[in-house]
């Protein structure tokens, strides 16, 4: 499997990561043990993994998993801290002391020394930046902490983020960690862009959009059966994903049509269409069976040609808004991208 370096730091991740949100919750431990022994067998190095996934069980098991194999030796481990582990007012959000009890929780629950990247999992509008990334810091210069970086985060935070710790001479910002996919590319707008002209290595979350890219589904039939969706057909439709309507499917559509020219499913498509993406370190896969997981790594010998990717790039463009990107690219003849030597298909 291939590896990239993450950002500027010294860490190298496998260009795809096991996402372990399922651990504890819609998998067994039994079976989180196989997708782990499967996924280092195939190359895997990278595993991600959050205080609050099955309220501390994906920790746990994968701790149990490290253990067994004797530590952890050749894997880059991740984990995040920030939303609620308890009902306490010190139980929740980026502060020091619910962000240093977090990371001990963590590192008891995985068995670990050191965590490789220790990510704030979103933004806390209660707490002043200066006083997470002064506890980040803290992490790293103790030997808790290698790397540290941040999810689900608007550009202008991500940017006052890394300015701030450049600023102040602290662990600078390694990581970004939004979701991406074929359905949502509105990170294409800012934090890609930021990513690529700080140096910060993008690892994508929900790559198949909760499943929907997986072609499963059909816009005239309700899911049934052991699928995410089958099991809870709501599933999807906040108003921060909203996948049931006709620009999905028309997406979908076409990431079927690729894949049948390709010879592959639709799956592999849409992994191989992020994987290409400029910026990106690791795809982070969210499988909740074995099977499930190795039809993704099948996808590791297949690349997208040109004319497929600006096919897809093109179904998939969300279009800018009016104002001010389309304001700077018609009017000042600026054009974001141009600037930092990429040109997705916007």
Known sequence: ??????????????????????????????????????FVAAGGTFIDTADVYAAGASEEIIGRWLAN??????VVLATKGRFATGDGPDDRGAG??????????????????VIDLYQVHGWDPQTPIEETLA????????????????????????????????????????????????LARQVDWDLLPICLEQSIGILPWSPLGGGW????YSPDQVPTGATRLGEDPNRGQESYFRRNRDRTWTIVDEVKAV???????????ALAWLRQRPGITSVILGTRTVSQLTDNLAGLDFTLDSNAVERLDRISDPGLPE?????????????????LGVRPTL
């Open 1 to 38: 499997m291939e590896h990239r370096q993450l950002g500027l730091s010294s860490l190298e991740l496998s260009v795809f990561g096991l996402g372990t949100m399922t651990f504890g919750d819609e998998s067994d431990e039994s079976t989180c043990r196989a997708m782990l022994d499967r």
């Open 259 to 269: 894949a049948r020219e390709g010879g592959v499913n639709a799956s592999q498509v």
């Open 213 to 216: 890219l997986s072609g499963k």
């Open 96 to 113: 020091r002391r619910h962000l240093e009890r977090a990371l001990e929780a963590s590192l008891r629950r995985l068995g670990v020394e």
């Open 323 to 339: 104002y001010p990107y389309r304001f700077l690219e018609d009017l000042c003849g600026y054009d974001m991208w141009k600037e």
């Open 135 to 182: 506890t980040l810091n803290d992490f790293v210069e103790k030997g808790k902490v290698r790397q540290v970086g941040l999810s689900n985060v608007t550009g202008w935070q991500l940017l006052h983020a890394v300015l701030v710790a450049r600023y102040e001479g602290w662990a600078p910002i390694t990581s970004l960690q939004p979701q991406y996919n074929l």
């Open 69 to 74: 194999r004797g530590g952890p030796k050749g």
